[in-house]
């Protein structure tokens, strides 16, 4: 079955950087695009970057651009987020995400803090 399962979220002061990981198996990692979404306490889960199956193209929320990068190695079956510039307002629990036959599958998250 699909299985994804990130990693590498913490305590990070502003300004500080995180990079995340998605480990993925259950399917061909390589034919799907991937995504990172997030949820801060209270608010609706959100996009927050998307990558081609390929690693092509790469897409991301406006507040996030120029600061996270989305990348992928098909080689690992492993999708990254990278985090730079980290606000308070980065804190959530960031999950990973693929559509597959049609059905949303998710990891369980990993919880990015920023704070000082």
């Known amino acids: 079955q699909v299985t994804l399962v990130e990693s590498g979220g913490g305590l990070v002061q502003p300004g500080g950087s995180l990079r995340l990981s998605c480990a993925a198996s259950?399917?061909?990692?390589?034919?799907?695009?991937m995504r990172w979404y997030r949820q801060a306490p209270g608010k609706e889960r959100e996009l927050v970057a998307h990558?081609?199956?390929?690693?092509?193209?790469?897409n991301y929320a406006d507040s996030m651009k120029g600061r996270f990068t989305i990348s992928r190695d098909n080689a690992k079956n492993t999708v990254y987020l990278q985090m730079n510039s980290l606000k308070p307002e980065d804190t959530a629990v960031y999950y990973c995400?693929?559509?597959?036959?049609?059905?949303?599958?998710w990891g369980k998250g990993t919880l990015v803090t920023v704070s000082s």
């Open positions: 995400n693929t559509v597959y036959f049609g059905m949303n599958y």
């Open positions: 259950g399917f061909t990692f390589s034919s799907y695009g």
């Open positions: 990558i081609t199956a390929s690693g092509g193209v790469t």
